[in-house]
């Protein structure tokens, strides 16, 4: 990301004192109330500014543009995603533990998505944002060196798959999965999420084919 994209999402200036500190929470707060309401094409930083109850100029002296108030928010979330998987995965003791492991974070992922609008709101601003979708990416590629960090030693020695390759590509495709499955009817979804973890037992730790049976 060049140092111009990583500015205009980025906190001017990070709170040092008690008061600024709350301030910028009250600020988010209200940002995180006005995405679940409308999402984060819907928010206005005038509107951000009445809604926290703050000088308009006290958004700007954090934020130079609303994406920086989505990445903010969008942190927050990457942090405690990053923390369960690790929780979760912290004793791993077989292959077929770490896939019931895996089901049962997409059943909690979905359930997040599900029932906090502002979680889901934040996650899609990233997708209409390259520089936060970039943000996006790269918190797939931490999940992913977390669940193969926690498997590495149960993975076959002398297997010739592209573990590292493997997991980026599933852990971005469980985060667009169940994105998907927010947003269609709630029956639908169920029966997605079923199909989506049947797949992801039978090829996540699939080897590779045979010479000749690809």
């Known amino acids: 990301m060049s140092a111009t994209g990583l500015s205009r999402i980025t906190l001017r200036r990070e709170p040092q004192q008690e008061r600024s500190i709350q301030r910028l929470d009250t600020i988010l707060s209200a940002a995180a109330e006005l995405i679940a309401a409308k999402g984060v094409n819907g928010m206005r930083m005038t509107e951000l500014a009445a809604v926290a109850k703050v000088p308009i100029g006290s958004v700007y002296q954090y934020f130079p543009e609303k994406a920086a108030i989505v990445k903010a928010l969008f942190d927050r979330h990457a942090s405690a995603i990053q923390a369960k998987t690790a929780e ?11 896939l ?111 010479a000749g049976k690809a």
Request: glycine share 4%; hydrophobic share 45%.
């Open 88 to 98: 979760a995965f912290s004793s791993v003791h077989s292959l077929e533990h770490a």
């Open 100 to 210: 019931d492991l895996t089901c049962g974070m997409i059943d909690w992922y979905y359930h997040a998505y599900r029932t906090d609008p502002t979680y889901l709101g934040v996650w899609m601003g990233t997708e209409t944002d390259q520089d936060l979708l970039r943000l996006n990416i790269q918190h797939s590629s931490r999940v992913a060196d977390i669940f193969q960090g926690a498997v590495a030693h149960l993975l076959p020695p002398d297997s010739s798959v592209d573990w590292h390759a493997r997991f980026n590509l599933f852990s971005h495709l469980i985060g667009a999965s169940i994105r998907l499955a927010v947003l269609s009817d709630e029956a639908l979804a169920k029966r997605m999420m079923a199909e989506w973890k049947q797949a992801i037992r039978i090829a996540l730790f699939a080897p590779e084919p045979a």
